[in-house]
C-alpha cells in the first residue's frame, strides 16, 4: 500500500515557475514507478510525466518536453516534477501516482495509487 500527498501547487504567471512535490508513505516506494498526471476543467485526465523506480528512466508528453522535468529522491521517499516556462494551458489539478511495477508508463489503468491531487493555475 502506497500512501501518496502532493503539495507545491499554487498561482503563477505565465512564464513562471513551480515545483511540485509528492510524499509518499510505503515501504515499497523505491520500487514503484511513478507518474504525473493533470486534468484540465472540463477535460479527461492526462499524461505529463514518468519516471521509472531509480529515477534512470523517464518520459513525458510532448507538451511538456522540455519545460518539465521528473525525478525523485528515494531517501526522502519523494517525486518531483519541475515545471518551468508555464503556460495558461498547463492550469489543471496535478495528480502524482505509484504504480506496482518498477518501470514508468503512460498509461492510468497501469497505477493503483493516486494522491489527492494538487492546484496549478497559470494567469496570462
Known amino acids: 500500500q502506497v500512501q501518496l500527498v502532493e503539495s507545491g501547487g499554487g498561482l503563477v504567471q505565465a512564464g513562471g515557475s513551480l515545483r511540485l512535490s509528492c510524499a509518499a508513505s510505503g515501504r515499497t516506494f523505491g520500487t514503484n514507478g511513478m507518474g504525473w498526471f493533470r486534468q484540465a476543467p472540463g477535460k479527461e485526465r492526462e499524461f505529463v510525466a514518468t519516471?521509472?523506480?531509480?529515477?534512470?528512466?523517464?518520459n513525458y508528453a510532448d507538451f511538456v518536453k522540455g519545460r518539465f522535468t521528473i525525478s525523485r529522491d528515494n531517501a526522502k521517499n519523494t517525486v518531483y516534477l519541475q515545471m518551468n516556462s508555464l503556460k495558461p494551458e498547463d492550469t489543471a489539478v496535478y495528480y502524482c501516482?505509484?504504480?506496482?511495477?518498477?518501470?514508468?508508463?503512460?498509461?492510468?489503468?497501469?497505477?493503483?495509487?493516486w494522491g489527492q491531487g494538487t492546484q496549478v493555475t497559470v494567469s496570462s
Open positions: 501516482a505509484a504504480k506496482p511495477l518498477p518501470y514508468g508508463s503512460a498509461q492510468q489503468r497501469d497505477y493503483y495509487f
Open positions: 519516471i521509472n523506480w531509480s529515477g534512470g528512466s523517464t
